[in-house]
């Protein structure tokens, strides 16, 4: 028998920034907890057809899936609830959804028929809806429209919704996320934008079946009674949702107000029971360390823009949250500006001095390169720990050309494109896709194979001889001077399966200096912690 799957769209409402994304994955992580087999879509309402081409001022982080798509954050967030890997098909924007139709209109894929905004883009959306659903073989799907109700941009894929309802009245339901300011000159949780947020709903067609009240403060009962009867939800589908001290523990919190039941009710779901231990086991990890472990991740960074430098490294900072809790330290993120380090060698000894370990996320340009260089070779020369990501790789690579080999100018093309040392440099696939401006989508992207050298760190972090990690990049270490570097102690631990492409660096002599061209942290899960995470985290807490 087919299984009659269920729907559950997640809108907001007031604000962006209320915590949208992990309400939905925390709906998730409890439905999951059930026993569901549940997936998750994100729709981004923007037209670039991916985050890909948008620079981190603009769009945080780029979270990239197996599959080699470039999503939003919160992808990420519904990878580490769901505790399961994401797809392509799990993520859209208003401009892939357009070029698909587009393109099937070319292809006189409408036979003659006109193509028009409504209903064939919400139709288009509703497909790929089914689609993330059947390849999941869900019961439940999780559609989260990004942007706020109200707003022009997100109109169609609330359409979307209206039209999954009217067709399977009994399988789809929408979730309000909204937010209940507390005015410091008033003192009082006010409801009315809440109330607002739902009219808006309503105008559109859509009435929620739930609202979700996020706010500084729990929502008392008699604002509850007070948005039930003004925007004719049930008392019990109010759910008092305040700033919680840590996103792990929002299915908890959710949990007792019976969001479960209520969706499992709404839905006509079977009822089970809830296994919950794995996060109760995690919120007791996460409470317990008093001793902290000191991280200092080396970036450049954004000080206007909408989102923050916590928004541009979200799974780096989960992935260091997961390895320190699992050894029992509490984790301690310390920003650190590499572009102050060109001007101030002093202030770089002293903030370095000054943590456990040194991490060197993933970046692209120029600006502050040389000061990340500096901070590289201080962790080296000093022994503290040190985690290079990507970019960071790339740099630790030149750092070593530039002392041990003496070649003052080593770098990658990427920030001396006339370098005589181009120990990075474009990767051969790449020439042609710049050349022809074909930026969107093409690095090298997703999964790959790694093959792990036998007694080496990453071998002995990852207990096996080959992984397979994420990437996004489009420069690669150049081979051409692999023996000269290996010569001068560099050890390339893992590399691409045909020896084409070093994929990890260590040093010995060194209590942790490992660096990856992959992205560790987007595989990295509250309840595993990525191999090189943990051993970077640990060898931090020795010192
Ligand atoms: N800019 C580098 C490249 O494209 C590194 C990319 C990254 O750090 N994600 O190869």
Same mark, same amino acid.
């Given at each position: 028998m087919q299984k009659r799957r269920k729907y559950i769209f997640v809108t907001g409402g007031v604000m962006s920034g209320v915590g949208k994304g992990v309400a939905t994955a925390s709906i998730g992580a409890l439905l999951k907890a059930r026993g569901f087999c549940v997936t998750a879509v994100k729709i981004d309402?923007?037209?670039?057809?991916?985050?890909?081409?948008?620079n981190p001022v603009e769009h945080g982080e780029v979270f990239v899936t197996g599959d080699g798509q470039e999503t939003d954050q919160d992808l990420g967030n519904y990878e580490r609830f769901l505790n399961t890997d994401l797809h392509a098909v799990n993520y859209m924007t208003t401009g892939s959804v357009y070029l698909s139709v587009i393109q099937r209109e070319r292809a006189m894929g409408y036979g003659g028929k006109t193509v028009e905004v409504v209903p064939h883009i919400p139709l288009e959306v509703i497909r790929r809806i089914k689609k993330a659903g059947a390849e999941a073989d869900a019961d439940v799907v999780l559609v989260e429209v990004g942007g706020t109700v109200?707003?022009?941009?997100?109109i169609l894929f609330l359409e979307a919704c209206r039209m999954l309802r009217l067709e399977h009245p009994k399988d789809v339901m929408t979730v309000l996320v909204s937010y209940l300011p507390v005015p410091g000159a008033l003192g009082e949780m006010k409801s009315k934008p809440t109330q607002y947020a739902c009219r808006s709903l309503n105008s559109v067609g859509i009435q929620p079946d739930m609202i979700i009240c996020r706010s500084t403060h729990a929502v008392d009962a008699v604002r509850k009674r007070k948005l039930s009867m003004n925007c004719s939800v049930d008392e019990r589908d109010v759910i008092s949702a305040p700033d919680a001290s840590s996103i792990y523990e929002v299915p908890l919190h959710f949990r007792s107000e019976h969001v479960s039941e209520r969706i499992i009710a709404k839905l006509g779901l079977p009822k089970r029971p809830i296994k919950l231990k794995a996060w109760t086991d995690l919120r007791d990890r996460m409470m317990k360390p008093t001793k902290p472990v000191r991280i200092g991740i080396v970036g450049k960074y954004f000080?206007?823009?909408? %989102?923050?430098l916590s928004d541009a490294y979200l799974s780096v900072i989960e992935a260091i949250k997961h390895a320190a809790w699992a050894i029992g330290r509490k984790p301690e993120i310390e920003w650190l500006n590499s572009e102050a380090y060109e001007q101030d060698p002093e202030l770089m000894k002293k903030q370095l001095g000054n943590v456990d370990g040194v991490l060197i996320p993933g970046g692209f340009g120029t600006r502050g390169v040389e000061g990340k260089i500096l901070a590289i070779r201080y962790v080296r020369e000093h022994k503290i720990p040190f985690l290079g990501i990507c970019y960071g790789m790339q740099l630790a690579v030149a750092e070593l050309a530039r002392t041990?080999?003496?070649?003052?100018?080593?770098?990658?093309?990427? %920030?001396?494109?006339?370098?005589?040392?181009?120990?990075i440099h474009l990767m051969n696939e790449q020439e042609e896709r710049m050349k022809n401006k074909d930026?969107?989508?093409?690095?090298?992207?997703g999964n790959y194979p790694c093959r792990l050298a036998p007694k080496t760190k990453a071998r002995a972090l990852y207990g096996a001889g080959e992984i397979v990690e994420r990437h996004r990049h489009r420069y690669e270490f150049n081979p051409l001077y692999r023996h000269e570097l290996e010569s001068a102690?560099?050890?390339?631990s893992g590399e691409s399966p045909d020896g084409s492409l070093a994929e990890i660096i260590e040093l010995e002599n060194h209590p942790f200096f490992v660096a990856s061209q992959f992205h560790p942290e987007l595989t990295s899960r509250p309840f595993k912690p990525n191999p090189l995470f943990l051993g970077f985290v640990k060898a931090a807490a020795k010192g």
């Open positions: 309402p923007y037209v670039n057809v991916d985050p890909g081409t948008m109200g707003e022009y941009q997100n000080s206007t823009g909408d %989102f923050t041990k080999l003496h070649w003052k100018d080593a770098a990658s093309t990427e %920030f001396m494109p006339k370098t005589k040392h181009p120990v930026y969107g989508g093409s690095m090298r992207l102690g560099l050890v390339i």
